[in-house]
């Protein structure tokens, strides 16, 4: 049976609960940490707005910014100014300079500077065993998630 991008991610009629709510039926199941439910919260939200075409997709987005833009003659052609305008702003969306809630919703992309990288410069020298089976242990010494406490969330 057909089903909608709405219906494959929200469920249908009784018989298809949808991929969202089996998400967090996992992430119950597990007994997910508040801080990663809270996170896995905002992007099914986010997903979900797309799929239920609360929010545009980005294919529509930039077919609106070029129907828009000043210099579209309405003849399918994407000139070097329109493009290059396009890849401006779509710039300035991802450093976060530029709002586009129709897109994003109420995601909000913190800018970016320079001023915020790492001071230490990434060194480009080889990694040894040794180093590699010190960082594993250190990892697999974390808590797993069903060993922590469980937070109050509503599914």
Not at 76 to 86: C, E, T
Not at 104 to 113: Q, R
Not at 118 to 146: C, D, H, T
Request: proline share 4%; charged share 30%; net charge negative.
């Amino acid at each position: 049976e057909e089903m909608t991008m709405d219906e494959i991610m929200t469920g249908k009629g009784d018989y298809f609960p949808g991929l969202i709510p089996l998400v967090y039926a996992y992430l119950d199941h597990i007994q997910c940490d508040s801080v990663t439910m809270e996170r896995m919260t905002k992007y099914l939200d986010f997903i979900e707005k797309r799929a239920t075409g609360q929010l545009i997709t980005p294919a529509t987005w930039i077919r609106n910014f070029i129907r828009s833009h000043e210099d579209y003659k309405f003849d399918s052609v994407v000139s070097d100014s329109i493009a290059y305008d396009l890849m401006v702003a779509c710039k300035e969306i991802g450093e976060g300079k530029r709002a586009a809630p129709e897109l994003l919703g109420d995601i909000e992309i913190k800018p970016i500077s320079a001023s915020d990288a790492y001071v230490k410069k990434l060194e480009s020298k080889r990694v040894n065993n040794g180093q590699i089976i010190s960082l594993l242990e250190r990892y697999s010494e974390r808590k797993a998630f069903a060993q922590t406490k469980p937070s109050e969330y509503q599914i």
